[in-house]
């Protein structure tokens, strides 16, 4: 048979321009089309569903990196912290709060953590025990301290009020106290913490099957993917089309 | 010409930021209270919630309910409760008073989301009123719905249950 050679009539000849070029065009997005589909079909074999990204970049993409580090405090040893709307324990996530955290301090056998519109009274393994809301407090807290003897103390826009021993109400407060700052965590308090934040983490087969898709490219990568597609599609017609046409 | 200016206002709608959705507060938690009980709030109790009423309150909501106790206020056979509970996403700050072992008022204090914010107004809350509980912890009443609003009806529904729960459970000397 003789070698298929490049057609020299008119519409044969803009159909494999046609070809070439849109070989060339999507070459780049066929090529990882098809290696991500490789990986994507030995994913168990490769372990690809149990290893998790570690990379700071690809985690950012994923919106697991935090835009800020975490707001803690020690409380007698006791970390409590704030991320990103969530109050730790010791690294546990603990309760839901949606505003930065501005003090935290012991409330007897509890831990009282404050953002300006709420404090949460929790355990020291993280359960929740209340959530005192705007209701429950005598202003917008900005620090939460310690008076003499232990009591629990807040400063807020109305003045500074202590608590009583089961923190339930509050009178004005004239004395000393000391109040908390925060501090960096500990790194091994902050990995159990970031370990709470992200989850599970993000495993390597949901990032190829994002690569795959094109979602990895954001909302309109599944497009430029569907446009590979019709691309492959029009190739392997122009193809057989130019076969047809050239073989002898 | 101004087709390509409505094109552009067009897409620059489809385009724009979505709205970071601020509290909507229809009322003060302490002026919700002072209403409640005539302009003297009584000083604050709690209740622990432990054993068969975290059982129950939990087969209402449908989950554990997020914390060990809660607080309230109490007037001889009133109480006034400040409840949470998540609609879609975010949660809804709910006043409710009892009385009598009837629902007195329910009243959106602070609404977090960007649907279903009809559920504040009286036409819809006011269907509340006067509700007990019957057959154990069902309503004994069915509340009318809103269409696009089904899951905030539901939260409120379900913390006017507990409320009436909570408030059972502190008449009968449990608080």
Known sequence: MAKASRPNNGRASRVYAWHRYLGLAAAILIIIVAVSGVFLNHTERLALDRHTVSQGWLLARYGMVPERPPISFDVDGTWVSWLEGFLYVNGRKSGRMPRPLVGAARAGDLLAAASPDALLLVTAEATPVERLSQAALPGAVAAVGRGPGGALAIRTDRGVFASDADVVAWTPFAGAVVWSRPMPLPAAIEERLMLGYRGEGVPWARVLLDVHSGRILGRWGPYLMDAAAVCLLLLAATGIYNWLKTRR | ?175
């Open chain 2, 1 to 175: 010409m101004r087709f390509v200016l409505a094109l552009v206002a067009v897409l620059s709608f489809a385009v724009a930021p979505p709205r970071a959705w601020a509290d909507d507060v229809y009322q003060e938690p302490e002026t919700f209270l002072a209403e409640a009980f005539g302009g003297t709030v009584p000083a604050p109790k709690v209740l622990w919630i432990t054993g068969e009423l975290r059982d129950k309150i939990a087969s209402i909501l449908g989950h554990a309910y997020g914390g060990l106790r809660v607080r309230y206020w109490q007037k001889g056979v009133r109480t006034a409760w400040i409840l949470e509970e998540i609609g879609k996403v975010k949660p809804i700050t709910t006043g409710l008073v009892v009385e009598g072992d009837r629902l007195l008022q329910l009243k959106v204090l602070i609404y977090r989301e960007s649907h279903g914010w009809e559920v504040r107004h009286d036409f819809f809350t006011d269907q509340f009123k006067g509700a007990t509980l019957e057959n154990g912890m069902r309503l004994d009443r069915s509340i009318d719905g809103i269409s696009g609003a089904t899951l905030s009806v539901n939260a409120l529904t379900n913390l006017a249950r507990t409320a009436l729960l909570l408030h059972r459970h502190v008449e009968a000397g449990g608080g």
